[in-house]
């Protein structure tokens, strides 16, 4: 079964190379890219393997953490699975799901991604590859493909597990919950290790490193350095918890796997109904004030939106990517930087813009149920404005309450305007230009009830021409308000008012002109859309 897994899996990376050409560049770029990173990883090895069994130790597995979490949090935060080989499409085959693991493994090992993270995992045995530590790179080497392994489970687990509890109502309400509890303690504990300092934060990597030695994350790293020591007990010790680490992995993602098949996530019924809460009042209120057809039109679009945040696990998973990416690159910033403590001061545009940006591909999750925007002949900024109040609605509170809490993180209060002015001058910027990308530029997006974290065929070009000029259009229109933002952060603490009253205005007129050529974008061109979308 795995041989027909694999050769289906070649025939269809064929059939899309040729059909999109896009794919085919990337693949040329991500093997360069893999080609120029290795140089690193082998001086990096050949470096460690000069050192003590100590250093070798903290380094190697403080690294394999890294490698390990990155696995299994950024197909969570960037969603971009092919879910071409996806297992709900052998369901009418008949074949057990377990007899589908071997095969999904190995053609889930296919890739750029996956053969540089195979490279890494290689490292140790260069490392202990001297004299005096022969039995190491036996170790190290019989672990290397465990360690693999494990990185490619964990990420089909992660994103698996997380997909399943998007689809269910109150499992993704508690999640997002918890999910934006851990941002703000790992903000926390970013400040914290800038206020140690790098010498106070270095002192500490032994300790955690030792702990971290024997959990799954690093255990098979951990392993051949206690053989070096000559802790024999303690690499048996470690090598097994790598090894039933990764059969925990599978075993898990087995469950995953049937669970999809006999029991997918509800689509539709009664799962989904509930009552409307407080949507009716709102609608009432914004009817009475809007008044016209094109106001209540503009409602309509509004509470479906907020709807939409509520229920849809795709647009789950993409605020959970809008909140957590933006805070994975405050972390990784904060390790190279040597001011950490004016990181949590950008968190807030970064969130703020992760989330405008994010809207360009807006329509396309509509599908063909955008046609009954057609139907109607709902105007086109009735559309914009609906989609906009409908993030607006969220968003601006939690920009504001980052803000805020990244300035008393930073231990900056003073910066506290001029944060929230950043914020909201970037998220009205980026509102403003996806009201007018998602209405011109639109490609293949998860259909409704479909993995929220996997990439459609043919989306790979037209997403890529999209987000780059969605984020250079933001870019441009925000730069009064970054400007701004900058003069308060390094400059006067005092002209944080001024940025705050720049990003106000700034982005309320790039809205206010988004939601009005976007409307005439739609108006001209609502049908030719609709035939674009992917039903």
């Known amino acids: 079964m795995a041989a027909t897994v694999l050769r289906l899996r070649f025939a269809l990376l064929r059939n899309t190379l040729r059909a999109e050409p896009w794919r085919l560049v990337l693949l040329v770029v991500g093997v360069l890219w893999a080609l120029l990173a290795l140089p690193s990883v082998l001086s990096g090895a050949v470096w460690l ?92 080497a019989v672990l290397a493909p465990v360690l693999a392994a494990t990185c490619v489970v964990t990420s089909r687990v992660a994103t698996g597990a997380v997909a399943r509890a998007l689809g269910a109502r109150r499992a993704r309400e508690a999640g997002l919950v918890l999910a934006l509890v851990g941002v703000l303690a790992l903000v926390a504990v970013v400040a914290g290790v800038g206020r140690l300092g790098l010498e106070g934060a270095l002192e500490r990597v032994p300790a955690v490193a030792e702990v971290l030695g024997w959990t799954p994350l690093a255990a098979g790293w951990a392993a051949p350095a206690a053989l070096a020591a000559g802790d024999v007990p303690g690499a048996v010790g470690r090598g097994a918890v790598a090894v039933g680490s990764l059969a925990a992995a599978v075993l898990a993602w087995t469950r995953l796997m049937r669970l999809a098949v006999v029991r997918p996530p509800a689509q539709h019924g009664a799962l989904r109904r509930r009552t409307d809460g407080v949507l009716p009042v709102v609608a009432r209120v914004a009817r009475g004030r809007w008044g016209g057809p094109g106001g209540v039109a503009a409602t309509a679009v509004a509470l479906r939106s907020l709807r939409s945040w509520t229920a849809d696990p795709r647009y789950a998973a993409a605020l959970l990517g809008s909140v957590a990416a933006p805070v994975l690159i405050v972390v990784l910033v904060a390790t190279v930087v040597d001011t950490p403590a004016a990181l949590p001061l950008g968190l807030a545009p970064f969130v703020a813009g992760s989330i405008g940006w994010g809207r360009h591909d807006d329509v396309a999750y509509d599908g063909s149920a955008f046609w009954l925007h057609v139907a109607a002949r709902v105007p086109g900024w009735s559309d914009r404005l609906g989609r906009a109040v409908g993030v607006l609605v969220w968003a601006v509170p939690l920009v504001v309450v980052v803000g805020v809490g990244g300035a008393l993180v930073a231990g900056r209060a003073d910066l506290a305007a001029a944060s929230v002015g950043a914020g909201l001058g970037v998220l009205g910027a980026g509102l403003g230009v996806s009201a007018v990308t998602s209405a011109a530029l639109v490609y293949p997006v998860p259909a409704a009830g479909g993995d929220p974290y996997a990439a459609p065929p043919g989306s790979v070009g037209a997403s890529l021409v999209a987000q780059l000029v969605s984020s250079v259009a933001t870019a441009v229109v925000c730069a009064p308000v970054l400007v701004a933002y900058a003069f308060a952060v390094w400059r006067d603490a005092r002209l944080g008012w001024v940025a705050l009253a720049v990003g106000a205005v700034v982005g309320g007129a790039a809205l206010a002109c988004g939601v009005v050529l976007g409307g005439r974008v739609l108006d001209r061109g609502a049908v030719r859309l609709l035939t674009r979308l992917r039903s």
């Open 49 to 140: 393997s000069g050192q003590g069994v100590d250093v070798a130790h903290d380094v190697l597995v403080v690294a394999g953490t890294l490698l390990a979490v990155g696995w299994a949090v950024v197909p969570v935060v960037l969603p971009s699975l092919d879910d071409s080989l996806d297992v709900r499409r052998f369901a009418t085959s008949g074949v057990p799901p377990h007899r589908l693991v071997p095969g999904l493994l190995l053609a889930s090992l296919l890739g750029v991604p996956t053969a540089f993270t195979a490279m890494v995992c290689l490292a140790p045995v260069i490392v202990w590859g001297g004299p005096g530590t022969r039995p190491a790179l036996v170790v190290a």
